[in-house]
């Protein structure tokens, strides 16, 4: 399952300890707790998979996304990632995002400043 479009990557750090908020498991056993995290998309598909990676780079569980911004939600609300620490790798053009996000103050526009990622409010004006 290699064949997907990686867009926006993290390295969790001190401050994206796991909120405990949602426990991922394996049959019985507790998923360790991942390293890194990719939202990707599959050719093909319309939606987004929230990849939970090991040290390795290996994949420890995945949860699927209808839209962009829950993606970006269920990685704040297991990690406290903010918008801004994610890393943009490919820019998703899609009108349906950019429209919702024209509405939306909680997952502001991404924009992509050389290697510093930086997110905006995007206005009616802008």
């Not at 049959?27 to 707790?33: D, P, S, T």
Request: a negative charge.
């Amino acid at each position: 399952m290699s064949d997907y479009r990686i867009l926006m990557k993290i390295i969790l750090s001190t401050q994206n300890q796991p909120t405990e908020k949602t426990q991922h498991f394996r049959g019985e056993e507790k998923i360790a707790v991942p390293d890194s995290l990719q939202i990707v998309k599959y050719p093909d598909d319309v939606e987004y998979y929230l990849l939970y990676l090991d040290k390795e780079g290996n994949e420890l569980t995945d949860t699927y996304h209808d839209q962009l911004e829950d993606a970006l939600a269920q990685a704040e609300w297991e990690f406290s990632v903010s918008p801004e620490q994610w890393e943009i790798l490919e820019i998703v053009y899609d009108l349906a995002i950019i429209s919702r996000c024209l509405g939306s103050s909680r997952y502001p526009a991404f924009s992509r400043n050389g290697q510093a990622v930086t997110y905006r409010r995007i206005t009616q004006d802008s």
